[in-house]
């Protein structure tokens, strides 16, 4: 995994893949039993006292003393930090707790919670922002001010690894993702990338009768297009060039209303990249995802939720 | 040092910590206030009174004997049954044995009564040294502030050494003035209530020292419930210790012992060397020997429990306690 100065980066995986380890182990939280990390270009664990004041981060849900206002939470950490405590005013504002600051946590929903969360990752104005599920218990309006926050972070220079499971979020905000599957990664690179390599090269196409729809798959089927039909369209796959499609079907007198590329979105790449997409009448474990060593998910064993 | 001047305004702002502090100088203002009603200055007055109190129960007794003899003559005259037919060794105490002192009332010599009344102040501070210390780093492990501390703080033994230093430092910022404000009003109750007579440089001395003993009894005390806590990664853990100490370790530990017969069963009991840390000595006796003495008395064997058995005991225990909380904080994963 490789995260580039100045993106905003999209860390994704299945409930038990190894996501958060991974956050908690790049923060020293966790010894690592092998391999190799680094932080702004310095070796971590070792290096981490040096590098951690560039690093803001919020790994998991937010916990903080419930007994302690919001104001006091941050002061804290702010003074543990050598940081000026007016900087606990830039950041309270930043995320819309100026007005609720003195209130104790223990009264904040948990989206306040999260904005406080996000509040003491930004408190070091850090170079690497690091957050796990930060839209957690966002309201949608929450959740876009977090997306806007993200964009401005990111603008500014400042690098930002974003754990979510909100996959539509994170294909709006991020500039590269890497997919992990029990703990391996399945797949890394730019956004539009990654969608690109995982796109079918699907097509829909509408004619202006419906009762030349038989004749129109006959066409394409010859010229070796896969052809799916449907009672008031054709689905293509495996179509390289949308236009071909076009000229195919005029050849034979036959004219097209609608031609649409399926955009493949980044959710059903990750499903698809992680075989986690729900089949009815299953019930998947948490553990049921794919392997980067080719051996396919186990099956579906009963019991689970609803079992 | 910010991270020390941080855990020490995180200590103060912690309203639990608070509360233990007033309720413990709570409970010593009231064992003051005890002292202060309880007593009072023995004069003349109170001497004369006593007398009269003394005079008064000896005309008592003498009554009761005069009308037991009496009734002993009326049953032997008539025949009728009385514990005893020898009527004349019907007598009352006498005059002397009815001592004038033991009818005065209660009054506080600081000589003789203070070094008894540093055990409670040093009970109080370590009981609150060792919740608190629970408590503070309990709570941070329990509601993640400790997570979030080292994501900042990444150094963890520094960090929790910090905080225990802090934690320290506060329990001492209690003790000091705790104990000078002990030693001033206990002082003044004695001398408005009682006597400070025969209070030498020596016995001074020797009070200062076991009020400092009291104080690092505390210490040891905040220690222990710090790194019990940190082991468990939750206050509960050091209070459930506590607990568990307390009933099994000591009451269950001191019935098994007894029942087994075992010498000096105290010396395997924990509350034997507080009290000998803080009396310097407490000899134990078993009453089921004999040391004979030449004159042929038989006399209980004993055991001295000293200051400096306590003291080994203690640094034992916090190096163990403590040495555990770190190892497993440099080694444990933060989940």
Not at chain 2, 126 to 146: K, L, Q, Y
Not at chain 2, 158 to 169: C, D, E, H, M
Request: aromatic fraction near 8%; charge should be neutral; charged fraction near 20%.
């Amino acid at each position: 995994m490789r995260v580039e100065a100045g993106q905003v980066h999209g860390f994704l995986g299945p409930n038990g893949s190894g996501k958060t380890t991974t956050l908690r182990t790049l923060l020293g939280l966790i010894r690592p039993d092998g391999g190799r990390m680094a932080i702004l270009g310095h070796e971590v664990p070792d290096m981490l006292p040096q590098v951690v004041g560039q690093v803001g981060a919020i790994v998991e849900s937010p916990q903080f003393f419930p007994h302690f206002s919001a104001r006091d939470t941050l002061s804290l950490l702010a003074s543990a930090g050598d940081l000026p405590q007016q900087r606990v005013d830039e950041v309270l504002e930043l995320v819309g707790l100026r007005d609720r600051a003195g209130e104790r946590v223990k009264t904040y929903s948990l989206g306040m919670k999260q904005r406080l969360a996000v509040a003491s990752a930004l408190l070091k104005n850090p170079r690497l922002l690091i957050l796990d599920e930060p839209a957690n218990g966002l309201d949608p309006g929450g959740i876009r001010e977090m997306r806007g926050l993200m964009r401005d972070l990111a603008e500014s220079g400042m690098t930002v690894v974003l754990s979510s499971h909100i996959l539509g979020e994170i294909q709006l905000i991020c500039d590269s993702v890497t997919i992990i599957s029990l703990g391996r990664r399945v797949a890394f690179g730019p956004v539009e990338e990654v969608l690109a390599q995982h796109s079918s090269g699907a097509v829909r196409v509408r004619l202006e009768a419906v009762a030349d729809l038989p004749v129109a798959a006959t066409a394409l089927t010859r010229a070796g297009v896969r052809v799916t039909t449907n009672p008031d369209h054709l689905m293509l796959a495996g179509v390289d060039k949308p236009a071909t499609v076009t000229r195919l079907l005029a050849e034979q007198g036959l004219y097209v209303s609608e031609l649409a590329p399926i955009a493949v979105d980044l959710e059903s790449v990750f499903l698809e990249l992680t075989a986690t997409a729900p089949v009815p009448g299953q019930h998947r474990q948490v553990d049921q995802s794919v392997r980067v060593d080719g051996a396919e998910p186990s099956a579906p064993a009963g019991g689970g939720w609803g079992a | 040092m910010s991270l020390f001047r941080t855990e020490l305004r995180r200590l103060a702002k912690r309203r639990f910590a608070r509360w233990m502090t007033a309720g413990g100088l709570l409970v010593l203002v009231l064992v003051a206030v005890g002292m202060f009603l309880s007593n009072q200055k023995v004069g003349p007055e109170q001497w004369a009174a006593a007398e009269r109190s003394a005079e008064q129960q000896y005309q008592e007794q003498v009554r009761w004997a005069e009308a037991e003899r009496a009734n002993c003559e009326r049953a032997k005259t008539s025949g009728g049954e009385f514990y005893t037919t020898d009527c004349e060794s019907i007598n009352p105490p006498p005059r002397e044995a009815f001592e004038a002192q033991w009818y005065l009332p209660s009054t506080f010599e600081f000589r003789k009564t203070f070094g008894e009344l540093l055990i409670p102040l040093a009970a109080i501070l370590g009981m609150v040294g060792f919740v608190v210390g629970a408590s503070f780093v309990g709570a941070e492990w329990n509601t993640g502030g400790m997570m979030n501390l080292l994501l900042w703080r990444p150094k963890r033994l520094t960090v929790l050494l910090t905080k225990l230093g802090a934690l320290l430092t506060g329990l001492l910022a209690l003790a000091l003035p705790a104990t000078a404000a002990w030693f001033g009003s206990m002082w003044l109750i004695a001398n408005w209530r009682g006597t400070t007579d025969g209070m030498t440089s020596g016995a001074w001395q020797s009070f200062l020292l076991t009020g400092l003993r009291g104080i690092v009894l505390a210490l040891v005390a905040t220690t222990v419930g710090f790194a019990l806590a940190s082991l468990g990664r939750h206050t509960a853990m050091a209070l459930g210790g506590a607990i568990a100490v307390m009933v099994v370790g000591q009451i269950g530990l001191g019935i098994l012992l007894e029942l087994a017969g075992v010498r000096f069963a105290e010396a395997w009991l924990l509350p034997t060397y507080a009290l000998a840390w803080m009396t310097k000595t407490i000899t134990l006796q078993d009453w089921r020997s004999c040391e004979a003495t030449y004159t042929g008395e038989c006399l209980p064997a004993t055991l001295d429990i000293t200051w400096q058995h306590s003291s080994v005991l203690f640094s034992v225990g916090v190096v163990i306690f403590l040495g555990a909380a770190l190892w497993t904080m440099r080694r444990r994963d933060i989940t």
